[in-house]
Each structure stands twice: as structure tokens, then as C-alpha cells.
């Protein structure tokens, strides 16, 4: 029989939440081992070229600076081996090259954080600087690019009944995390530890092995709490690399935290795109043919891809698909995942193309989807795990009241201000991976779960005590799970909105094999209430292990645990990850509806209300879901609206490398009506747990919902982002 269901589902507070608001957590810059030092980066002025001296004597004679290293004193790192995942895409202080504005030329290390920072900008560095190449659109593409096509594009575009052709651009975007990315680390002989921020330790752990040449089982990483990635700290980056070496020469630990602006070019950030797009239909408003031609940057030194055209081959039915995706080497740092990353980029043209395709053919834009909705997957031949789309159509627009738009733009005023609706469709594929989880439960009657996953926000301690605690029949109180730290039991990549399916998948697994365990032992017992009873007959509630149909006949796990002797039973739980070959494609979907204002003068946007609805199948934690959910809408207005990474090309300095000047959505940015609505379903076929992944396809298709709003309201269709006064003016 089934185990009773009591914590998952339920609406819990966050078990670590008061810890975290009353600043009881450490963050990795939080820690400090006795004799740490500290260690200040000095970066380049220039945005390419080559180091021809570096005059560090001034450096080195305030009081407390142990050392300044930089390629002419620093020791050789092992040649990189290829795999996954990738070492750090820049090699610490190998050569004399600079490859981009702000890439780390020295190190100074110093007793003092403040001395540390006064004695690097005491280093002098002179250089043969050459003019970088920073701007996407006066560069070309190199190499191959990646392709994709079913079907005839080009000549379906030619016989089209209604034709579109559209260019559309997209900023760079920065995470912006509450906390910047820093580094501990400390040699114990040939041992390495470092408290890192990462939100995938066992990544790390592969990563510094590699730069070092060293056994993997000589690196660990704790990184119990991360303070907000968004993508940032999905791997590890020169930083680390430099701290561990710091901290291996000058035989001390090393703390090394980036300042706000460092984190602009020391980690990575939402590539720019241009994204052109033809859209042919016929009168009816069916698709028969799109071809996309995209070019996104990337840096001069490592090509990055994400899954920008995947939106495009497969969430409408479309006979005739052409892709092209080439990359654009520049003097940049190398760009990385960021929330949504790639769907999140790739939605905003499809789905503001297909509002324009509604505009043109006089068709409720709900009404233009439904008629293009897939049976399956053309761009892999596999039918829908499950695919709820028209669902979240349906129960978006009751809820928003999207029967009261006027599809005629700029009619609907307040005041000053131009009313306009919009809507878009999302989706994000349902990634899973290998995970493991130790399940021990003592003899008071307590569980400890461990986990080398992570949490950078969305909870997961918590949701993984409610998972255990259904599992092992127990309150959430009575279970503990601690992650964080590689020499636990390892996991997947904290990221792509797979640790839910992944690690909650081993969790459910250990806590049902020790529940078993708990039970066999029990009906065993010649002691026990429970002896000669059908194991599957037996359930646990409360942490009392009693007769499905007879809760009188039973015991605890104390007892039972204490009259055999055992001071815990333990078990390893585990999930396999997807299978190399699947049999349907597993995708999450969303809904998102927005109301904007424009100021018909000033050409202000400001986001009104929002109603998200999502396909994500099983819902674990609806208090936790919300959040998510929430969040991403206001980083989608973000997107849509403020986020915009400048460069000065001459150089290629950013600009607005700090909160002053880099503008994110604050309080007064975001309406009170934020709402989340989840379709009911579970998806057993992608995952034991039943769930699809949420966090990341919450931000899909917020900035074209909000996009398409404000040309309902405006009539001016803007197609770049953000979207500024500006634009509107």
C-alpha cells in the first residue's frame, strides 16, 4: 500500500528560515580559519593586449602584504584535460595575455582585507594594450554554426499566405545575487579545502582536481547555503583557482571575495543576442513554416551555448523549422547559464512574433496558440509525457479576466496612462540527474538525511525533510537534511531546475528502503506487536509503525529500535538520472498574463498585475513554489524592463558595473498582484516523485508577456530589451 501522505503538499515555512533572517548562516566569505589571510585581485585596464610589466614594489612594502603574485612568479598549473565539468575557462596567471577588461593580472595578499586592497592599488601594470573587440553587432561569427531544420523553411516561407520578418535584440543581463561569489581555502599538505560559494560541489570538487593535477579525493568543497546564484555559481571560475594557489604559496588560508563590481567580468552573465525570425502562415492562423537565424557573443577564449532555440522547433506545430545559431567571439569574459537560460532568451522572440502574427490576422492571441498546439514533439518524434498547456491557457485568462482586453492597441486609458494586456507561453525541459542521499534513523525516534546538493534559494531542506518525512513517516520536526559539503553522498548539478526530480527521487527511495527495513524488522520480532503482520500491510505515521486497518496494533520506531539493540537503522537512497534513451519528451510549461501602464508623455512602463500559471506537475511545496514563482516574475520584469549590461567599446570597460547604475526591479517596481496558479498532475513517466522542475520555467515568457502588454497599450511594437522610455517616445 501506499505510504500516508501528510508534509508533501503542505504549505510549511522554510526549516532553515530563522537562521537565515537573523543572519545566523555563513556564506563563504562568512568563514574564517585560524591564521586566514586575505587576498585582493587586481584587475586589468585594458580590454585586450598583452602585460608588459608589472611593479609591485610598492605593494610589497606596506606593512602586512605577504605576497603579490601574477604570471611572472606564479607557479604552473598542470595542461587541462577535456570532460565535465569543464575546468575554469581562464588559467590563472599562465601568461602576459590580457583577453578582456578586468581579467585578474596579480593577487595581492595581506593580514588585512584593508591592507590587501590599499597594496593593490599600489600595483602598477603597464601594457601593449590593442582596441578590443566588445560589440555583438559590429562583429562577425566564427566557426561552424549549430543547425537545425525539418522540412522546407525557405520555400514554405515563399508560398506563405501571411508572412513576417523580424529582428530582435537582446541586452546582456548580469545575476546580480545578494552575495557576491568568494572563496576560502586551505591547504592541509597535499589536502585542499575550500568553503566556495557553488551550487554544485561535487563540480567543483572535478574542477580544482583538474587545475592542480591532483586526485579528486584530495579536494573538499562546503557550500552549506548559497546567497542567490540565478546561474552564477554554476561553476567555478578563475577566482577559486586563484585563492587556492594564494593559499598554497604563502602556506596560509586565503580568503578572496569579489567586490560588487569584480562580479560583472569575474563570473559570467545572460549572453546579448540578435535574433531574426520569418513566420509564415496561412489565413486560418496555422503555422507552415519559421525560420530563425540567431548570433549570440561569446568570449574570445571558450564558446558558450545554451538552449536558445528550442522554444522555436518545438512549442507549435510547425511543418517547416530552419535554425541557425552562430557565435560572435569577443574581447568578453565568457558569458554562462542565467535563470530560464537560453528558453528564457529564446521565448522572448517567438512569443512576441506570435502576437504580431495574431495582430496581423485579427486573432485572440490565446486563440492563435491553441491552433498551432503540437500532438507531439516534432523535433524529436516523441509524444508528451504530459503537456497541459491548453490547461494553463484556460485558467490563466479566467483568472486575469483576459476577456476584458481590447484587441484594438492604445484604446484603453487611466488618466495619463495607457492600459494594455498581454500574454505568453513558456516552456523549459525536465532535466534529471544522478543523485544519491544517506538516510539514518537514530534510536530517539530522528532521521538525518545528507545530500551533496545544494540550496541557493528555492529551499531544499526544506522540501526534502517534507519528501523524508512522508517517506519515513515521520513529522517534518522529527527529520534533519544537511547538504552542502562534497564528502557527502554525491549529486547532480544544483541547477536547471532538476534537483527536485533528481535528489528528492533518492530521498524518496532512502526513506522508503529504511521504512521497509524498519518494517521487515518489526514483523520479524517475536517481540513486536507487529509480528507474522504482512509487510504491506504496515504503515508509519507519526513516527509509529501500526496496521493499516487496525492503528491500535503497533509501536515506535524507539521502541522497536531499543528492544532490538540498534542504535539506528541506516540506508543509501538513490536515483539514476534520465535514461540515455527516452521514450516521450519532458518539458514544463507556463502561462504568463501581464497588465502594464505607459505613461503616454514620459513612456514609463510600470507592470500593473501578473498571473503565472504552470504545468510543473507535482507540487512539493506550495509555500516554497510561490516564492519561486514570484521571484521570477520580478526577474522577468527585470529583463524586460531595466536590466541592460553597457560597454564601452573603446575599452571595453562596463560602464554600470555596480546596483547604482545596473538596475534591477526594486519594491516600488512590482505591483502587490503578483499570483501563481499550478495545474493539477503529477508526471510519473519523467521521475518517481511525479515533478517536472519549476524554478526555471517560472521567468519563460514573463518579458514577452509584458512586451506584447505594451503594445496593446502603446501600439508601438519594441522589439529590443529592455524596453526604455526611450523606445516609446
Known sequence: ???????????????????????????????????????????????????????????????????????????????????????????????????????????????????????????EVSYDAQSPSTDIGAADPTGSPQTYA????????????????????????????????????????????LWEKTNWVGGSVMTMAAEFGMAPDKVRIIAPVVGGGFGSSGRTWVHTVIAAMAAREVKRPVKLALTRRQTYFGVGYRPAYEYGLRLGSDRRGRLTASAHDVRAETSSYEAFREGVLVPGRMLYSTPNVRQTYGLVPLDVNTPTYMRGPGYASGAYPVESAMDELAHELGLDPIELRLRNEPADDESSNLPFSTRRLRDCYRAGAREFGWHRRNPKPRSTRDGDWLIGMGMAAGVYDTQRGEAQVSVRLDADGTALLQSATSDMGPGTATSMTQVAADALGLTMRQ????????????????????????????VLDGGDKLRKQAIKLAVEDEGSPLHGVDPADVVVRGGRLHVKDNPARGETYQRLLARNNRTHLEALGSYAGAPESEKFSFYAYAATFAEVAVDARLGLVRVRRMVGVYDAGRIISPKLA????????????????????????????????????????????????????????????????????????????????????????????????????????
Not at 522540412?151 to 516561407?157: H, I, S
Open 479 to 506: 527529520v534533519t537534511f544537511r547538504l552542502g559539503d562534497s564528502l557527502m553522498p554525491p549529486a547532480t548539478i544544483h541547477a536547471g531546475s532538476r534537483t527536485m526530480a533528481s535528489v528528492g527521487s533518492a
Open 150 to 193: 525539418r522540412g522546407d523553411a525557405d520555400g514554405a516561407l515563399e508560398t506563405a499566405d501571411v508572412k513576417l520578418d523580424l529582428a530582435y535584440r537582446m541586452a546582456r543581463n548580469h545575476h546580480n545575487p545578494m552575495e557576491p561569489a568568494g572563496t576560502v581555502a586551505r591547504w592541509d599538505g597535499d589536502r585542499l579545502t
Open 626 to 729: 510561490d516564492s519561486q514563482a514570484i521571484g521570477a516574475m520580478v526577474g522577468g520584469i527585470g529583463q524586460a524592463l531595466l536590466e541592460h549590461t553597457v560597454t564601452d567599446h573603446r575599452d571595453g570597460r562596463i560602464v554600470n558595473a555596480n546596483l547604482a547604475d545596473y538596475l534591477v526591479p526594486v519594491h516600488a517596481d512590482i505591483p502587490a498582484e503578483l499570483k501563481a496558479i499550478y495545474i493539477d498532475g503529477e508526471d510519473y513517466e519523467a521521475d518517481p516523485i511525479g515533478v517536472k522542475g519549476l524554478g526555471e520555467i517560472v521567468i519563460v515568457g514573463v518579458a514577452p508577456a509584458i512586451a506584447n502588454a505594451v503594445f496593446n497599450a502603446t501600439g508601438r511594437r519594441i522589439r529590443e530589451l529592455p524596453i526604455t522610455p526611450e523606445a516609446l517616445l
Open 1 to 123: 500500500m501506499s505510504q500516508p501522505q501528510a508534509a508533501v503538499g503542505a504549505s510549511v515555512a522554510r526549516v532553515d528560515a530563522r537562521l537565515r533572517v537573523t543572519g545566523r548562516v555563513k556564506y563563504a566569505a562568512d568563514n574564517s580559519p585560524d591564521g586566514v589571510v586575505h587576498a585582493v585581485i587586481v584587475d586589468s585596464s585594458v580590454g585586450r593586449g598583452r602585460i608588459t610589466g608589472i611593479d609591485a614594489r610598492a605593494a610589497l612594502a606596506q606593512p602586512g602584504v605577504v605576497k603579490v603574485i601574477s604570471h611572472l612568479n606564479a607557479p604552473k598549473l598542470p595542461p587541462l584535460q577535456g570532460g565535465w565539468p569543464p575546468a575554469t575557462s581562464l588559467r590563472a596567471f599562465q601568461d602576459d595575455r590580457v583577453r578582456f577588461f578586468g581579467q585578474p593580472v596579480a593577487v595581492v595578499v595581506a593580514t588585512t582585507l584593508e591592507v590587501a586592497q590599499h597594496a593593490a592599488s599600489l600595483v
